[in-house]
């Protein structure tokens, strides 16, 4: 029997998500400290990214297959069932 102990806190895709945002908030908090701004502006700029890549990330590693295809588009299958 599993107990909660043994079971992972966060799945794999959400740890991946997440791990990118952190190393993209990092690299551009770095590159604006780089560029002569202050510790807070680059500290802010590096929370804003990895704010705004969580959902790009999320979006980008989808597990069901929907980020290939729009919103408004139709498969086949679909397409046929409504005819």
């Known amino acids: 029997m599993e107990t909660l102990v043994d079971q992972p806190l ?9 791990l990118l945002a952190l190393l993209a908030g990092t690299v551009t908090g770095a590159l604006t400290a780089l560029a002569g701004e202050g510790t807070p502006r680059s ?4 929370l804003a990214a ?12 989808d597990t069901d297959g929907n980020a290939a295809r729009p919103h408004g588009s139709v498969s086949a299958a679909e397409g046929e069932n409504h005819g």
């Open 10 to 18: 966060l799945s794999t895709r959400s740890t991946l998500v997440i």
């Open 43 to 46: 500290v802010l700029t590096g």
């Open 50 to 61: 990895l704010g705004l890549t969580v959902p790009f990330f999320n979006r980008l590693i």
